[in-house]
């Protein structure tokens, strides 16, 4: 089920964000995903607008999607149910919220430039992500 975050999910979305950083991201260091931390608690949070999937049964919160505008600040799934269309789900349900929706990703995440590619987002520009020094994409999507 999806459903607006509340602040009881702190601490959830963030292990969830900082777990998947970790796996996903494989190529910047684990150090600098943890030094984020409170910044993702303190000021990326509570700037987003946050849906979070929760599974039925348990209510145990298995990924969440953050958006600023019309911009895709973050969706992460934990590691251990990634795969079952939990991520698929939440972009769906921000799609219909939203006419277009811009994000960036690492080019070296092969595996989220496919899924975006899959779910009909473009790549319209590469850059550089100056505080990891990595080369990413900007990748939009219209209704």
Known sequence: MIRCYSSQDTDRVVRIWLEASILAHHFVPALYWIGKEEDMRNQYLPLSQI????E???KVVQGF???VNNYLAA???IPEVQGRGIGRSLMEYVKALHGEITLRVYVKNEHAVLFYEKLGYDIIEEQ???E???REYVMKWEK
Do not use: K, Q, R, W
């Open 128 to 130: 550089l992500d100056i």
């Open 56 to 58: 039925e049964e348990s």
């Open 51 to 54: 849906y979070v999937f929760e």
């Open 65 to 67: 999607v953050a958006m």
């Open 75 to 77: 969706l992460f799934v």
């Open 132 to 134: 990891t020094g990595e």
